[in-house]
């Protein structure tokens, strides 16, 4: 088992706020093309680069996500510095091959590196957070991970401010996702906050379950009906990755799809095309 960061001693909000600061942010090097009001969105856990093939392959998932032209992409899964990955910068790297901005929000230690979400954009950044998330800690009988949330705010079409989060849920305690769940609604989806937020991530949950039940109590859900399967990517059974948008007022869903993509990751990726209504 690999130490967390509480678990190291560093106190965890300031070491993550260092960290995310030190180089792993690059400059934006295009911006959304001229499409008015309108946002593509992605969200992709990306499995810490491996496809279903075993190999690791970052250009690989920078293609995918160069084919879908997003403006904003949620990624989970990423590694940066960890042994079984090759040492890459996994975010960094992304980043590069995409033409996009990139900020990393580690969520432990691995492997001698980091382990994390990222968000990528092609939208000038004004602000980043990054928040833990309440999880039960380890024990001999069940792995589990710390789990985040990395939050930017970008300046949006018409120079409005939108924040945009990336998140992933534990995987094998119920009890933690919905912790996770009122944790996220309490600290981005506070009635009065008035800032257009959109929230994309692995819940590991099916919309049915508690979790995404949580969410909903603020968010609107950027679902397609019926909601098609993410994983596993190779004959997907299960829809456990989510795009949200709140408040409902400020959005307008013009489509939302999963891309039948099943090689580059073990999740498929979920794409929301919005459009930012006036004030």
């Known amino acids: 088992m690999f130490p967390s960061i509480f678990q190291t001693g560093i106190n965890r909000r300031r070491w993550l706020a260092v960290v995310v600061a030190l180089g792993v942010g690059l400059p934006t090097l295009a911006f959304a093309q001229d499409r008015g009001r309108t946002l593509r969105v992605l969200c992709y856990n990306i499995h810490y680069g491996q496809g279903m093939d075993g190999v690791y392959d970052i250009p690989r998932l920078a293609a995918v996500i160069n084919q879908a032209k997003p403006d904003l992409v949620a990624l989970q899964e990423v590694d940066v510095g960890v042994k079984r990955s090759g040492r890459v910068h996994q975010a960094q ?3 590069r091959l995409t033409g996009m901005a990139v900020r990393f929000g580690p969520a432990q230690h691995y492997e001698g590196g980091l382990f994390g979400n990222a968000v990528l954009t092609r939208l000038p950044i004004l602000d980043v957070a990054i928040h833990p998330l309440p999880y039960t800690e380890s024990t001999p009988e069940r792995i589990t991970y710390p789990r985040a949330a990395i939050a930017v705010v970008v300046r949006g079409p018409g120079d409005q401010p939108i924040r945009f989060v990336s998140t992933h849920f534990q995987h094998n305690v119920p009890e933690d996702r ?8 309490g600290l981005l989806a506070d009635p009065g906050d008035p800032l257009p937020t959109i929230l994309a991530g692995d819940i590991n949950a099916v919309p049915a379950d508690e979790p995404v039940q949580i969410l909903q109590q603020r968010w609107t859900c ?3 009906d019926p909601p098609a399967p993410t994983v596993p990517s190779v004959k997907p059974t299960s829809r456990i990755d989510y795009i949200f948008y709140r408040p409902e007022t400020r959005f307008r869903l013009i489509q939302a799809e999963v891309i039948a993509e099943s090689m580059a990751s073990d999740h498929r990726p979920v794409l929301a095309v919005l459009e930012l209504l006036e004030q």
């Not at 919905?178 to 609604?185: I, L, Y």
């Open 178 to 185: 919905a912790a996770e769940a009122e944790t996220v609604n």
């Open 93 to 95: 790297e992304l980043g």
């Open 222 to 224: 950027a679902l397609d």
